[in-house]
C-alpha cells in the first residue's frame, strides 16, 4: 500500500474518532445526570471506540511517514488529544467518575479541531528533527501535559459545584472568562475553516531580521503585518504593522480567533441570557468536590515528574545533539522552565502550605493556561529555535 493511501486511511481514522468522541458526550451528559447504567456504558464504548482510532491514525501515520508523528503542529496537538483521551480513560479506570469524561471529551475535540487547521502534509524533516530523542522528549511532553490537563477538567468540575454561579464575584467572572477562551480556540477553528474555503490566499512580502526578502502566504485577511510588508502589487496592507520578531501571521490568525471566538461567546450569551457557568452548573450537581480536588492532586502528583523528564531532561538532551548546547534561553525552552516551576509551587503550596479545594482548583487552571500558551502562542507568534513548528 503507498504512502499516500496509508496517510488518506490515517485521516478517516482520527475523522471518525472525531466523530465518535463528539457522539460521545450525549450518552456522558446522561449518565452524569442519571443512575442509569447503560448511559455510561455507552459513553465509555463511544470513547474507547474512538481512543482506538486515534491509535490507528498514530500508528499509520508512524508507518507512512518513517518517524514519530509529533514533528509539527497538526501532528502534537493531534498527540496531544490522543494523550488526553488516555489519560481520561486512565483515571476513569482509578476514580469511576464519568462526570469527568464529560468535561475532558470537549477539551480534547477542540485540541483535535484546532490541530486539524494546521497542514497536514508530510515534508521531509529539517536536521534538528532527526533524532529519537526528539520523539522521545515529545512523546512525554504531550503525555504529561495531558495528565496534567486532567487537572484543569476536575478543577472546573470543583469550582462549578463550589460555587455560587448566579452571584457575580471575582471568582465567578475569572470562571467564565475561562469559558470565554475555550470559545476562542473553538473561534480559530471556526474561522480558519471559513478562509480556507471562501477566500483566496493574499501572497505578501517583508524584509526579515537579516534584511533578506521573503514570501508569507497569508490564508486569513491581514490585520496584522511585518513592518514594511507589500502584496505583491506593491500595496501596504494591514490595520497593524509588528517587528520581525513575531510572526506577523500566525499573531494575525490569533487575533481573527479572538474576533471570531468574542462573536460565538456574544452569541451563546444572547440565546441563553445567562453566562455559561449556569449553563454548565446542572451538570456538576451529583459531584463530591473532595473526590474532584482529590483527582486534581493526583494528576499533578503523576504529570509533574514525567513534564519534569520530558520538559527539560530529554529536551536538553535533544538540544544537545540538535544545537550543542543543552540551553539556549530560547522562548520555547524558558516556558517550559516555567511550567516547571509553576507546578513545583503548586505541590508546594499543597503539601507544605495546606492549599486545597478552590486554591487547587484555580492553580490548576493556571497551569493549563501555562501549557497551552507554551504550546500554541510560543510555537506559533515569538521567534525562535522552535518556530519550525
Not at 90 to 97: A, D, E, F, G, V
Not at 169 to 183: D, P, Q, R
Request: charged content about 10%; aromatic content about 14%; overall charge positive.
Amino acid at each position: 500500500m503507498g504512502t499516500e493511501k496509508i496517510i488518506s486511511i490515517s485521516g478517516y481514522s482520527l475523522f471518525l474518532a472525531f466523530i465518535l468522541l463528539l457522539i460521545a458526550i450525549l450518552p456522558l451528559g446522561l449518565a452524569v445526570k442519571s443512575s442509569r447504567p447503560m448511559f455510561r456504558r455507552l459513553g465509555l464504548i463511544l470513547t474507547c471506540s474512538g481512543f482506538i482510532l486515534q491509535l490507528s491514525y498514530f500508528i499509520l501515520r508512524w508507518t507512512a511517514v518513517k518517524h514519530a508523528p509529533v514533528s509539527n503542529m497538526y501532528e502534537f496537538m493531534t498527540f496531544f488529544g490522543i494523550m488526553l483521551t488516555a489519560s481520561f480513560l486512565i483515571i476513569y479506570s482509578l476514580y469511576k467518575q464519568i462526570v469527568v469524561g464529560l468535561f475532558v471529551i470537549p477539551i480534547v475535540l477542540i485540541i483535535l479541531g484546532y490541530g486539524s487547521v494546521f497542514t497536514n502534509e508530510v515534508t521531509p524533516l529539517v536536521p534538528s528533527l532527526q533524532s529519537n530523542w526528539l520523539t522521545i522528549h515529545v512523546i512525554t511532553v504531550a503525555f504529561s501535559s495531558a495528565i496534567l490537563s486532567i487537572s484543569f477538567a476536575t478543577g472546573i468540575i470543583y469550582l462549578l459545584r463550589t460555587l455560587d454561579v448566579h452571584k457575580r464575584s471575582m471568582t465567578t467572572v475569572a470562571l467564565e472568562v475561562v469559558m470565554y477562551c475555550l470559545i476562542v480556540v473553538i473561534g480559530f477553528s471556526v474561522v480558519s475553516a471559513i478562509f480556507n474555503v471562501m477566500t483566496e490566499d493574499i501572497h505578501m512580502q517583508y524584509e526579515n531580521a537579516q534584511g533578506v526578502n521573503e514570501k508569507t502566504v497569508y490564508t486569513m485577511i491581514p490585520l496584522i503585518v511585518n513592518k514594511g510588508a507589500v502584496t505583491e502589487s506593491g500595496d501596504t496592507i494591514g490595520i497593524v504593522k509588528i517587528t520581525k520578531t513575531i510572526d506577523a501571521k500566525q499573531l494575525n490568525s490569533i487575533v481573527w480567533s479572538f474576533i471570531v471566538g468574542t462573536i460565538l461567546y456574544s452569541a451563546l450569551r444572547m440565546f441563553y441570557r445567562q453566562p455559561i457557568i449556569v449553563l454548565l452548573k446542572p451538570l456538576t450537581k451529583r459531584v463530591q468536590p473532595a473526590l474532584m480536588d482529590e483527582i486534581s492532586y493526583r494528576a499533578v502528583v503523576i504529570g509533574f515528574p514525567l513534564f519534569a523528564l520530558g520538559g527539560l531532561l530529554f529536551a536538553m538532551i535533544w538540544a544537545q545533539i540538535a544545537w550543542g548546547r543543552y540551553w539556549g534561553w530560547d522562548p520555547k525552552e524558558v516556558w517550559a522552565l516555567i511550567t516547571f516551576l509553576f507546578y513545583a509551587a503548586f505541590l508546594h503550596l499543597r503539601l507544605s502550605k495546606g492549599w486545597e479545594g478552590e486554591k487547587t482548583a484555580w492553580l490548576a487552571i493556571i497551569g493549563f493556561a501555562i501549557i497551552i500558551f507554551n504550546q500554541v502562542f510560543v510555537n506559533l507568534v515569538i521567534a525562535g529555535l522552535h518556530s519550525y513548528a
